[in-house]
């Protein structure tokens, strides 16, 4: 069965603080997808990343990076400089890569609160 | 860009009462989704529809129904609503190639006395 684990549940930080949220995640599928959403105060969910399970190249994109590593099942995101903007939950999620289904299965979520 | 929508936003509902949630997406995308958010549980799979014309079961169907009407409308259905019903909803479309992401539409909070 496919589970995504997020064990932090909520991390606070204090501006310009870099900050890591871990995602660990099962599956049989030697193919699938890595995803990190944020959903801010305001509630809508904001695709972040997608990375697929043949490429382990870390990716950075400004202040925000991405370490996967298959040999541990997991695929880290890290702020650099955090920033008041950054607080929101942070859901990381698993997707098979058969058929058309492409359902998401998603952790519980991160609560980040960066305070000024 | 629309991209997904959701209606309504807010809706309160008593034990008992039905509701249809609507969700509509302009992107052309084949597949659609439902999935209820509550709190320490992240996101849960209701109801998919990876083309216009099928639907499938996800991790948590029961007390629900959807359509999906044509290619754009995605609906989802409470016959008789209860408290555990109470939730966050979230409908998203994706494009199927290539394991594209899912875009989200804003949501519909939904509370049932």
């Known amino acids: 069965a496919q589970k995504v684990t997020q064990a932090q549940t909520e991390i606070s930080v204090v501006e310009k603080e870099d900050v890591t949220l871990d995602c660990v995640y099962e599956t049989r599928d030697t193919t699938y997808y890595l995803f990190w959403y944020k959903q801010p105060p305001s509630g809508e969910l904001v695709f972040l990343i997608r990375r697929n399970s043949f490429d382990e190249q870390n990716e950075i994109s400004g202040r925000y990076s991405w370490n996967f590593q298959k040999s541990t099942s997991s695929f880290n995101f890290t702020i650099t400089a955090s920033q008041v903007v950054d607080s929101a939950v942070y859901f990381c999620?698993?997707?098979?890569?058969?058929?058309?289904?492409?359902?998401?299965?998603f952790g519980t979520g991160t609560l980040l609160a960066v305070q000024p | 860009n629309a991209g997904v929508t959701q209606t309504p936003k807010f809706q309160v509902l008593k034990t008992g009462q039905s509701m249809t949630l609507q969700c509509a997406q302009d992107?052309?995308?084949?597949?659609m989704y439902w999935y209820r958010q509550d709190p320490g549980m992240g996101l849960r799979l209701i109801y998919y529809?990876?083309?216009?014309?099928?639907?499938d079961k996800g991790e948590v169907p029961n007390g629900y129904n959807v359509s999906r009407l044509n290619k754009r409308e995605f609906s989802l259905r409470l016959e008789s609503a209860a408290p555990s019903q109470t939730s966050v909803y979230f409908c998203?479309?994706?494009?199927?190639?290539?394991?594209?992401?899912?875009?989200f539409g804003d949501g519909t909070r939904l509370s049932i006395l």
């Open positions: 998203a479309s994706r494009d199927r190639r290539d394991n594209q992401p899912q875009h």
């Open positions: 999620a698993l997707s098979e890569a058969r058929g058309a289904t492409n359902k998401l299965i």
């Open positions: 529809s990876a083309s216009e014309g099928t639907t």
């Open positions: 992107m052309n995308h084949n597949s």
